[in-house]
């Protein structure tokens, strides 16, 4: 089976390592690759090759209507071909298909960390210390939480920057009566882990990307909820950008199209500072 395997598959493997991928998703992702997929049917060939080969697992999503998308995950095979032999597995979960409530949010941070994946890569920047969905626990005390993804990006210069990416979908209560919603805890969680670190005299830095694959005035909401919760308003903790807006922009890592929780734009990497020897 291992024969069967050529440079651009090992490509594939680590794309649908982070997420699962429709076809669109994968060819979008190849700009990254060694070699990229020029011609989706031929893209298609190969996907379809390695599922039969029982690399990779193929499933539909549940979506009304006519050309329904379909979207590929590892399969335990191609899993321990990418970690090893002794690698122990993950849930079950991983290699199955989505159940019907987790389609639409998958599908969208999909979209997040293949147009990400393609920006970093397109500025040399290399992307580091990638979790996916629920794959990374983050704990403060009996607290604790799981991202939708995190990552770090490494820059030409060797500047470091650590992110963690929340997706809205639209459905979560952005403000309730006790101030306990599911949003609400997520940004008390992020600045007591943020106040956490500086306490134990870690240097992590971070910011949480807040994406809604809604409207702008639901971004809003979102941020000016944020700005509430947060003790410390004038710390910039969130990065908001509606998912639409994010697609759109060809170099989201430079350009300042994010607005964070005090109301300023920012891009996820600052401009490198001035070094000019002093004379």
Request: hydrophobic share 35%; with cysteine.
């Amino acid at each position: 089976m291992a024969t069967l395997v050529t440079a651009r598959d090992w490509d594939i493997f680590r794309a649908l390592a982070r997420c699962p991928l429709t076809v669109r998703q994968m060819e979008k992702v190849s700009e990254t690759f060694a070699a990229p997929f020029r011609s989706e049917r031929r893209l298609q060939r190969r996907l379809h090759a390695l599922a039969t080969a029982g690399l990779v697992r193929q499933w539909r999503y549940a979506t009304p209507g006519p050309g329904v998308p379909c979207y590929y995950t590892l399969s335990p095979e191609s899993y321990r071909l990418l970690h090893g032999h002794d690698a122990i597995l993950p849930g079950h979960r991983a290699f199955e298909p989505l159940s019907n409530s987790r389609q639409q949010h998958t599908q969208a941070l999909a979209d997040f960390i293949v147009h990400t994946a393609v920006a970093a890569h397109h500025a040399d920047f290399t992307i580091a210390e990638f979790h996916r969905e629920g794959s990374l626990r983050l704990q403060v005390g009996p607290d604790f939480l799981y991202p939708d993804c995190t990552f770090r990006f490494i820059a030409p210069d060797g500047r470091t920057f650590d992110f963690y990416a929340e997706l809205d979908n639209g459905t979560e209560t952005v403000h309730t009566q006790d101030g306990n919603g599911s949003f609400e805890h997520k940004i008390r969680f992020y600045e007591a882990y943020k106040d956490q670190c500086k306490a134990l005299g870690k240097d992590h830095r971070f910011r949480v990307i807040l994406v809604a694959s809604g409207t702008d005035k639901r971004l809003g909401h979102l941020l000016t909820r944020s700005k509430d919760l947060l003790r410390i308003k004038q710390r910039p903790l969130i990065y908001g950008i509606t998912l639409r807006d994010y697609l759109d922009c060809a170099t989201p890592l430079t350009i300042a199209c994010f607005l964070d929780n005090c109301g300023a734009r920012r891009a996820l990497v600052p401009p490198a500072p001035d070094r000019k020897s002093v004379v």
